[in-house]
Nanobody, 123 residues
């Protein structure tokens, strides 16, 4: 059974930090490209960051570059998103996603999704 489960969301003041985790049950975690997307109320899915199979290559949306760090622990089948210097505009439901190919920034290219975790940043 393929399953992605996010955790670590919550309420934080502007300037604070959170670390999101995504525990993945996949046939072979290391063979999947992984990504984080987010969706604010009334908005479409926005790309946040992605990471290649081995974790060597990463990409970030301009809005989070320099503040967020994506990483993965393949032996633990876990994806992470370290979020620093959070802003109110970072408020959204954050989703973990996986695909059996190279990384993509378009959410429709990803096969598997978690249920999301809410991040709320107050000013």
């Amino acid at each position: 059974q393929v399953q992605l489960v996010e955790s670590g969301g919550g309420l934080v003041q502007a300037g604070g930090s959170l670390r999101l985790s995504c525990a993945a049950s996949l046939p072979s975690f290391s063979s999947y490209s992984m990504a984080w997307f987010r969706q604010a109320p009334g908005k479409e899915y926005d790309f946040v960051a992605d990471i290649s199979w081995t974790g060597i290559n990463t990409h970030y949306a301009d809005s989070v570059k320099g503040r967020f760090t994506i990483s993965r622990d393949n032996p633990k089948s876990t994806l992470y998103l370290e979020m620093n210097r959070l802003k109110p505009e970072d408020t959204a439901v954050y989703y973990c996603a996986a695909r059996g190919g190279v990384t993509e920034t378009e959410h429709t290219k990803y096969e598997y999704w978690g249920q999301g975790t809410q991040v709320t940043v107050s000013s």
